[in-house]
Every structure is written in C-alpha cells, then in structure tokens.
C-alpha cells in the first residue's frame, strides 16, 4: 500500500441536477479527513468544489487551493475553504502544481473542466510522466459513459487494455481511497 498524503479531486464547479453528487462530495471530504489525507483543488467556492472543500477543512483536514492570477476574485475565493491558498500565473502552472503536491487522483462528478483535467493526468499516466493512480468516483454512474468510451477505444485498438485498467472507479468513497493507496501497476511503453 502506498501512503497518501494528498490528493487532487476534479469536480465540478456547479451542483449538478442530482443530490447523490453532493452526497458523495460530502462524504468523500469527511472520510479525507478522517484518513489524514489532504485535499488539493481548483481553490473556487462554487459548486461540488466548494462543497468538497468544506467537508475536508470543516472536519479538520488539510486544504490546499490553488488559483491562477486571474480567478483570484472574490467571486471565486469569498467563502472558500482551505488551509492554504497558492496563487500561479495560469492554468498550465495551476495544473503542474495541483499534479505535484498529489500522489492521487480522483474526478467527481463535473463538466468539461473537470473532465479535461482527469484526461490530462491520464495521458500522461500513460506516457510515464507520473505513476500515480487515478480513480473516478462514480456517483450514480456519472463516469458510466466516459468509462464505455473508454472500452471503446480499446475494442478499436486506440488504448491498451493494461492502460484501460488503471482508470480504477467505484461509486464507493471508501474503495476510492483504498485504490488510491494500491501500489501503482506497471504500464508497457506506448513509445
Ligand atoms: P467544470 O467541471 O467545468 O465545472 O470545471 C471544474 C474544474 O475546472 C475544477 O476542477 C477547477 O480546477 C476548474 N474550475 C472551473 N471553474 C472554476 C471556478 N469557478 N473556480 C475555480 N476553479 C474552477
């Protein structure tokens, strides 16, 4: 088992339509914080963000934001929870930070924000720039048509299964943390 001590959740910056996201958003921060793991993320107030945030830093756990130059308002930051707030230049830099504190990945239910983000880690998971694992918390089954894209482009020859298999996900919080802790697969080169 690996030991984590931070993680980087992408989620969405709106509710969503259905009550189980905020749920699961709610009881993934207060098991992060339970666990001793801190939380890296986009720094905003709004949204499944802002609800995740508060459930880590309300239960005693480490929040670390991280914001570009340009978000810094207060419509982003007024109300945010965090115990550290990192303000970068831009997003290219927001995203190298918020990859380097974390040794673990997770995507909540989001828009297309959130799915940029946990594709990019993935990509790069699968060139070796990092062997983080990554998981999908599927609430609902948020992740089920993403998850069926991705059987997709096995069938047609455009991903490896190995790399298919270390897209993990679960709509249980606590099997996400637990796959998170797995010691991270090896991936054959795609060079
Ligand atoms: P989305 O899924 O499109 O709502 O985008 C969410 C992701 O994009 C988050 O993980 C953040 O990193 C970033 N993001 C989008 N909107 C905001 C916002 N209002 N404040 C902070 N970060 C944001």
């Known amino acids: 088992m690996k030991s984590l001590k931070r993680v980087a959740v992408f989620c969405g910056s709106s509710l969503g339509t259905d009550e189980q996201f905020t749920t699961d958003a709610k009881k993934l921060g207060i098991e992060m914080a339970k666990r001793g793991i801190g939380l890296v993320y986009g720094g905003g107030n709004k949204g499944i963000m802002g609800i995740l945030a508060h459930a880590v830093y309300d239960n005693g756990g480490e929040v670390i934001g991280v914001l570009p130059e ?30 380097s504190l974390s040794d673990g990945f997770i995507a909540l239910p989001g828009g297309i924000g959130t799915i940029e983000e946990i594709t990019e880690i993935y990509t790069w998971r ?66």
Not at 82 to 99: A, F, S
Request: aromatic share 8%; glycine share 4%.
């Open 70 to 99: 340009a978000m810094n308002v207060p419509q982003v930051t007024d109300n945010s929870a965090h115990t550290e707030l990192r303000i970068v230049k831009d997003m290219h830099e927001r995203k190298n930070t918020m990859y």
């Open 126 to 191: 699968q060139f070796g720039y990092h062997d983080k694992n990554i998981a999908l918390l599927n609430s609902n089954g948020f992740w089920n048509s993403f998850i069926a894209q991705m059987d997709n482009c096995v069938d047609l020859g455009f991903l490896s299964p190995e790399a298919r298999n270390i897209l993990k996900s679960s709509d249980v919080v606590d099997e996400i943390l637990d796959l998170l802790a797995m010691e991270p697969e090896e991936l054959p080169s795609k060079l």
